[in-house]
């Protein structure tokens, strides 16, 4: 049983994580919860865990294994050196860090170590995403040659009670705070292949008030050849009361087709043109919408690939490790540099179109 302490007992940290970790996941054990503000702790602390305002008392006072860190991106480079410091394995929160820079940083620090850093890409762990890859492994649709994606959701309203979370997200990684996942996934369901080229462009959505685009365009290419389309948006439906939301993934290969729509759920496999099947041969549709987007499953089957990664020396094949973060990093950098220098302005834009 690997025993883990949580520093970040916040929106995510309570409604996500600890469920995870004491739910979702079979061979780990919630033991220490640390959070600045203590009334973020009263959950954890009902519960049995022991609590701390302090997270260094956590780490001097608590014999724990694992560290899951779940703050604001900024705080994670010294939480997890910390961390790595007292002799523990870390999951991270994605993004891993606000910069490609610290990233480094901390991969270099858990080889020094000895440690394994892990960094929360939950959608590997979504049983959809994991048949697809199983598929693209098993050459059902011949060799992949493009992968499409959208993930539109609102990130949380501009006015409300979570319109403080929601700023927050915006200023740190815009539209790629949660589009990261989708850069992470699409290089994981290729199984291999880096980022040789990529542009990107940006659109506010009346946040013009905000350096980050909240929805943003990807367009790039693999070094493998694979064409690749990211549309993410975190401003998508964000000035209105409904919650509209799209995650569409279409997988194009040589030889069919993989078509993924979450918010039916409907995943289907085409590979000629008469054979038709769906992606779940032991799962309804039923199951998979239950699932999804149910983050504390995903965490709970995370650790738990930790924890069978240090019971058996060899790494699961969906966890993802430092190395994964780095990668993401770099290109949710490169995008949101991309779309920052190619904004026009709303004024520019009309000037343009009464040139016309």
């Not at 002799?87 to 993004?95: A, D, Q, R, S, T």
Request: proline share 3%; net charge negative.
């Amino acid at each position: 049983m690997l025993r883990f302490a949580l520093i970040g007992c916040g929106q995510h940290g309570r409604n996500a994580v600890m469920p995870g970790l004491l739910k979702h996941a079979g061979h780990v054990k919630l033991c220490a919860v640390a959070d600045l503000h203590a009334e973020n702790l009263e959950s954890a602390k009902a519960l049995g865990c022991a609590v701390y305002t302090d997270y260094k008392q956590m780490l001097v006072e608590q014999r724990v294994d694992a560290v899951y860190i779940a703050t604001l991106q900024e705080a994670h480079l010294e939480q997890v050196l910390a961390a790595l410091a007292a002799g523990l394995h870390v999951v991270c929160e994605k993004p891993m860090a606000p910069t490609a820079d610290e990233c480094r940083t901390m991969i270099e620090a858990a080889e020094r170590a000895g440690r394994h850093l892990v960094v929360n890409f939950e959608t590997r762990y979504h049983r959809h995403h994991q048949r697809i890859r199983q598929w693209i492994g098993d050459g059902r649709i011949g060799r992949v040659e493009a992968i499409h994606v959208q993930d539109f959701w609102d990130g949380h309203k501009r006015t409300g009670c979570m319109a403080e979370r929601r700023a927050r997200l915006m200023d740190r990684a815009g539209g790629l705070d949660c589009g990261i996942h989708k850069i992470d996934l699409v290089h994981h369901l290729c199984g291999s292949g880096q980022w040789a080229s990529m542009e990107a462009m940006g659109a506010w959505l009346g946040e013009e008030e905000r350096l980050l685009a909240p929805h943003i365009a990807i367009l790039g290419r693999l070094d493998i050849g694979t064409l690749v389309t990211i549309n993410a948006s975190l401003g998508y439906a964000a000035g209105i009361k409904p919650r509209p939301r799209q995650d569409l993934l279409t997988v194009v290969g040589t030889e069919g087709v993989i078509s993924l729509t979450m918010d039916s759920p409907s995943m289907q496999a085409y590979a000629d043109s008469t054979y038709k099947a769906t992606l779940y041969d032991d799962a309804g549709d039923e199951q998979v919408a239950a699932e999804y987007p149910n983050h504390s499953i995903a965490i709970g089957r995370l650790v738990d690939d930790l924890a069978s990664y240090l019971e058996s020396g060899t790494c699961p094949p969906d966890l993802p490790l430092g190395e994964a973060g780095l990668n993401a990093q770099v290109i949710a950098e490169a995008a949101n540099e991309r779309a920052v220098a190619t904004r026009l302005r709303p004024t520019a834009m009309q000037q343009g179109m009464t040139e016309v």
